[in-house]
């Protein structure tokens, strides 16, 4: 890379940061858990999505903002399970930025538990652009392979929890869990793993647990 187009992502990455710290204080203040789902395209992002809409509520209040490249398709899924949802249209960006979603913010109602973000189906580019999220959250499908973590490291360095996705079909194509889980942790240890399926709801119910452990947490530090 030439060395003024070095200088021109530092700045890009410079000024996303800000937004996304701003975005970030705000959620935080209102106590709003905001989420980062990150995968490769197809991994179950908005099955995830789906399924938790249907466990989370009517006892925790979510909403959930929708990057893809170009359709309304999953924002017009998760409004079908009675879930608001803004879809964000990044017209050929291979991610979502913090200025995206910045632009939705003002529609976030303030009374909000959980607030998810689903990036733009990509396991590298989403990485670097932090979204004032508080946790961020990568999928790896069974149908992909366990070989991916030290691939595409980033994702999995940046993230706060791993979600082996699809487990439904580990009897149907190899994928050796143990591995998948292993080369994450050693691409980072503090990555807290979970193995769930959105169709047989393996896994869900732990990864709940772990949602509401964090929403509590958020909420006894801005008390
Ligand atoms: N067998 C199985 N299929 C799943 C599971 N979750 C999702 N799928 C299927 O995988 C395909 C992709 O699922 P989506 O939820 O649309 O994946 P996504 O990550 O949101 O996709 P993009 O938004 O396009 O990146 C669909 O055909 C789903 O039915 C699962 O747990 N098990
Ligand atoms: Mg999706």
Redesign the pocket.
Known sequence: MKKKEVMVLEDLLGSNKKIAGDIRKKLSEKGILAINLL??????????LEKLSEVLTPGYKMAVIEG?IETER?AERIRAKGIQAWQISTGGACHLDAKMVGKVFSEIPTDLDFLFI?N??NLVCPASFDLGESLRCV?L?IPEGDDKPKKYPKAFFTSDALII?????LDKMPFNVNRAVQESLDVNPKLKAFK????DGTGIKEFVDYLVKNLNKLRRANA
Not at 165 to 169: E, P, R, V
Request: charged share 25%; glycine share 12%; hydrophobic share 25%.
């Open positions: 995968s490769s395209p197809g991994a179950g992002k908005t099955s995830l893809d999953d689903e733009v189906g999928l499908s996705s699809k487990t439904d079909l769930i399926s959105s169709v």
